[in-house]
């Protein structure tokens, strides 16, 4: 199928700034025609490659991966925190898959639409050129991922087996996209719009209410949300103790980090999952020590060893501020802009499922924000507490398996249904 335009979020900018981290993170995947190439490179142990395994292996299914060096780093991850392959044959000859982060492209409709990965710190800090700026490169790298993969996919369902074709179902992320825009009020607030209305979307069928009608259906319902929820007026809602239970499950699971490191500790490292998971469920004591990935601290420093408790982080925070919402804004338009929250992006969950669970990511990157912020000892929430917090957590939404299973999407729909989404979010806001 022939694309027209990328489309490119709008309000994004970007440029690596090496801090090292996705190289330390990830595992890269490489092709059989990627491996040929990097072993007529002729690497060796002179050249300062520090590993006893082959460069490139694999489990023998025709997947092949980068080696790791025993502190988790990619092989090619030079003292400098500079790649090698860069250093000596130029960007062109890396990995499609160290040239594509954090950059994620899918299909919608007759065009394919850009996303970012916010665990990369400077998509997080919005420093570089804007997406727009770069729009020719982004264009070619596009071409190079979408080449040979079918792209001519239906759209995800609205809901349940609720499905509209391609150009209805762009009328839904507009207006998702247009609802939390509104600066005139809190982004919890907007939020909070926005979730009312999906519920009235959840319990509608849209089989005659196609094209323009729609368009006039979807901005009716917005007008009655807005006019429903009172400009910046939160309600405090405490959460039930079973969402508590479900939301720290969730948050131990987003700030989780498997590195390379992690996958060879086998058991051990699965019983200490456990135990971090149990402790969570129990949400009494002290909180378990959560990860902190290189590139956070690579940007933001390592947190003081300090004893937090569940306690503290149900204590209102207060610090939320304009620079905040303006992240959160940000964020929240480039995974919706970029279909980068449902669909074949986001375990092939319908619209209103997969809003349900980018919304999940504002409570749980508040509550890691406070756990940091109450790390460094402090109560208040400063902007750099959130921008880590949602570069953590951001690492697995949309990737990682344990939020793909049916018992994750069990949960964000249990959450849903008990009306406890927006009570998360709106406490957790305070
Ligand atoms: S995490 Fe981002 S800034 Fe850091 S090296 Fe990777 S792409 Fe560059």
Redesign the pocket.
């Known amino acids: 199928m022939a694309h027209g335009q990328l489309k490119l979020p709008v309000l994004q900018n970007w440029s690596?700034?090496?801090?090292?981290?996705?190289?330390r993170e990830h595992l890269i995947a490489v092709t059989p025609e990627e491996k040929r190439r990097i072993e007529g490179q002729k690497w060796s142990r002179s050249d300062g490659l520090c590993t006893e395994e082959p460069i490139v292996s694999g489990p023998g299914d025709g997947r092949y991966y980068l080696a790791h060096q025993d502190d988790g780093a990619c092989v090619f991850l030079d003292e400098q925190g500079l790649c090698r392959i860069h250093a000596r044959f130029g960007e062109a000859a890396k990995p499609l898959a160290c040239r594509l982060?954090?950059w994620a492209f899918h299909p919608r409709g007759s065009r394919i639409t850009a996303s970012l990965r916010f665990s990369?710190?400077?998509v997080v800090r919005n420093l570089g050129p804007s997406a727009e700026q770069q729009r020719a490169d982004l264009q070619k790298l596009c071409s190079e991922v979408i080449a040979g993969r079918n792209t001519d996919i239906a759209p995800p369902a609205v809901h349940g087996t609720e499905t509209v074709d391609w150009p209805d179902f762009n009328r839904f992320v507009e207006a998702l996209d247009r609802s939390l825009q509104d600066d005139s009020v809190c982004f919890t607030v907007r939020l909070l719009r926005t979730l009312e209305w999906l519920r009235v979307v959840e319990q509608s069928e849209f089989s005659s209410v196609r094209r323009d009608r729609l368009d006039e259906f979807l901005e009716l319902m917005q007008e009655l949300t807005r006019r429903a929820q009172p400009d910046n007026d939160l309600p405090v809602l405490r959460p039930s103790r079973l969402a508590r239970i479900l939301f720290r499950q969730l948050a131990g699971q987003l700030a989780r980090h498997d590195t390379a490191v992690l996958v060879r500790a086998g058991w051990t490292a699965r019983l200490q999952l456990l135990k971090t998971i149990l402790r969570l469920s129990a949400g009494a004591g002290t909180v378990p020590r959560f990860p902190e990935p290189a590139?956070v601290v690579a940007v933001y420093g390592r947190l003081p060893e300090t004893t937090v408790t569940f306690r503290q982080l149900e204590a209102h925070a207060g610090g939320r501020c304009e620079q905040i919402d303006a992240l959160f804004e940000r964020y929240f338009r480039v995974k919706i802009q970029g279909l980068h929250f449902c669909g074949a992006a986001c375990a092939d969950l319908s619209l209103v499922d997969g809003f349900h669970t980018l919304a999940l990511m504002y409570p749980v990157v508040l509550w890691l924000a406070r756990w940091r912020a109450a790390c460094s000892g402090r109560s208040k929430l400063e902007p750099e507490d959130v921008q880590a917090a949602l570069a953590t957590a951001d690492h697995n939404f949309a990737y990682s398996p344990a939020l793909a299973t049916s018992g994750a999407k069990n949960r964000v729909r249990q959450l849903a249904k008990m009306g406890q989404i927006s009570a998360l979010c709106g406490w957790y806001s305070l």
């Not at 690596?16 to 190289?23: L, V």
């Open positions: 690596c700034h090496h801090c090292g981290g996705c190289c982060y954090p990369c710190p400077s590139s």
